[in-house]
């Protein structure tokens, strides 16, 4: 049986292995635990999760998405809205929240969500891009054209500080147990720069002209998008040796602060009182 392309596409998937290493670096043990995943696009981080143990439930805000997340998974895996998630309160031991953050206008409504279907005692695990403009790797964005003020992969905002993430998890009742970062600026670059070559692919067609759009040909969400672009990811398979080696270059610089934030937090046993945000 050949190997399903969620599973081929991640393979070649620079920033979402840094991702999912820092995720499960971050995550509990599961055993005997009801876990929620959201953010689960096309089912490939859900597929590693699931390995881990728990029983997972997994999903995502588009419709397309989760089609095909439930093509690779087979089972429990749900259409979400942007506001309110349809679990009861403390339904989950834990909830993982995967690269959606910053594409909600309400995101501090959407965490409190987050941490109501969160059982006390539960584990939260969250991942978001740093969002401080004065770093080479914003000014990279800039340059291509992906910051949130030029509507970048429908980004309301283009991040977070550690403050602000401190302060969004306290807001919903959650204590900060863990805020590290990882995707530092080599990886950075090849990231941005083959979006930026597929954006610019997209553009030259003339069907690169809204998010959807761009984003259907940088990061297929179906069988048939992905074959609609076979050839590209036949030349980015080529290239990808060199591609990850350049990304390899951010383990000379350890000591310097990567571009994603990965945050852990527990819902505490005692709820304390809720400061103002």
Partial sequence: ????????????????????????RLLPLLEGKRCLEI???TGTSSLLLRQRGGEWVSADFQPEQVESARQLLG??????????L????????????LNFLEHLHDD????????????????????????????????LKRAYGF????????????????????????????????????SRIFTEFVENSLNYVYH??????????GTRSFHGDTAPASLSEFEAVTWKY??????????????LLDRVIPFSEGYMFAVRARKPLLPAALPRY
Wanted: glycine share 14%.
């Fill in 147 to 182: 910051t949130a003020r030029s509507g970048g992969f429908g980004h309301v905002r283009d991040g977070y500080s550690r403050s602000e993430l401190e302060n969004l998890v306290s807001a919903v009742g959650l204590e900060l147990e863990s805020l590290e970062s990882y």
């Fill in 108 to 139: 501090v409504g959407f965490v409190r969500e987050m941490a109501r279907v969160l059982k006390t005692g539960g584990h939260f695990l969250l991942t978001c891009p740093d969002g401080d403009s004065s770093r080479l790797g914003f000014q």
């Fill in 39 to 41: 953010g689960c696009a």
């Fill in 1 to 24: 049986m050949p190997e399903p392309w969620q599973i081929r596409l991640y393979r070649r998937s620079i920033k979402k292995k840094e991702t999912m290493r820092a995720v499960l």
């Fill in 234 to 247: 036949r030349a980015y398979a080529g290239a990808y040796p060199l591609l990850r080696g350049l990304s």
């Fill in 75 to 84: 089972e429990r895996v749900e259409l979400i809205g942007k506001r309110q």
């Fill in 200 to 209: 610019r692919s997209a553009n030259h067609r003339g069907d690169g002209k």
């Fill in 86 to 97: 349809p679990f009861g309160d403390g339904a989950f031991d834990i909830v993982v929240g």
